[in-house]
């Protein structure tokens, strides 16, 4: 829905290094020792875990996977950049821009997520040495692990979808606003629906006030239940609030449209209404 026009895209340029042409392959070296002491060093890192029996613990089991994260990270970007220099082709494709994007995000997520993980690992064995190995069994481990794997893949597909809709190859057509359909009301029963409405949606947001008033007013209520119940409440006015005045306003002006950031933003809002209420519920 993005409102502006854009131009056809099929690769972009790098502008890389302000390199002089005579030290060229100073550089190229440079950069090339580089990668190779990065990733010799932590394939070195991982071998010494794997045959090592007394390295066999929950912490060094996250650092052998923390060290394949950063080979894997500095992958995505330095041997393309090494083939350039050697090339002198200062551009990348359009799939491999995004490809390489997503790679990018995904393995400097999973570095973000071990490394919170090796916190919360040296957490437990400073606060609870007596239960360390009964908390940090293998199952939980290859439990975090695996659930690093999984969110940072989930970060990285929505960060590159976000990214991949501002550089799309495609050309778009302008639009600033959008039609409403609305409901199909005869115009004779157009003031007995905006009373209908109007008269659910006030319900519903005194009836949610009172509950928040009440719990906020009686002492006994302030438990955690009453505590989410009183948010839950909250949500619910929120929520309400996207659609319906909009809705309201619409059948008085009988002005069936919406303006681009209006919609945008109410997009967002009923979405992020909508997921706070069902993790209130769970």
């Not at 040495?129 to 999984?150: D, F, K, N, Q």
């Not at 409405?197 to 009172?210: K, P």
Request: glycine share 6%.
């Amino acid at each position: 829905m993005r409102p502006e026009n854009q131009s056809s895209v099929s690769q972009f340029l790098l502008l890389g290094l302000p390199i002089p042409p005579g030290q060229q392959g100073v550089f190229f070296t440079l950069f090339l020792g580089m990668y190779l002491t990065t990733v010799l060093g932590n394939l070195l890192i991982i071998l010494l875990i794997r045959l090592d029996s007394r390295l066999h613990t929950p912490m060094y089991f996250f650092l052998s996977h923390l060290a394949f994260s950063d080979i894997s990270l500095s992958s995505v970007t330095v041997p393309k950049m090494l083939m350039n220099m050697q090339t002198r082709q200062q551009s990348i494709s359009y799939v491999g821009c995004i490809s390489q994007l997503y790679f990018f995000i995904l393995f400097a997520g999973i570095d973000n997520f071990l490394l919170a993980v090796m916190a919360y690992d040296r957490y437990v064995a400073i606060c609870h040495p007596l239960h360390y190995t009964t908390i940090m069994r293998e199952g939980l481990c290859v439990l975090l692990v695996a659930g690093s794997w999984v969110l940072s893949c989930g970060s990285a597909l929505l960060h590159t979808f976000l990214l991949a809709q501002l550089m799309r190859p495609e050309n778009q057509s302008s639009v600033s606003q959008f039609l409403l359909l609305g409901l199909p009301i005869p115009p004779g029963q157009q003031g007995v629906f905006f009373t209908l409405f109007l008269g659910m949606y006030l319900t519903t947001v005194l009836d949610n006030l009172l509950i928040i008033l009440l719990i906020r007013l009686d002492s006994r209520l302030h438990t955690p239940m009453y505590l989410f119940l009183s948010h839950l409440a909250l949500t619910d006015v929120s929520f309400s609030s996207v659609t319906v005045p909009k809705n309201l306003v619409n059948m008085q002006t009988w002005q069936q449209s919406i303006p681009y950031v209006g919609c945008i933003s109410q997009l967002y809002a009923f979405i992020f209404l909508v997921v706070l209420t069902i993790f209130f519920w769970l």
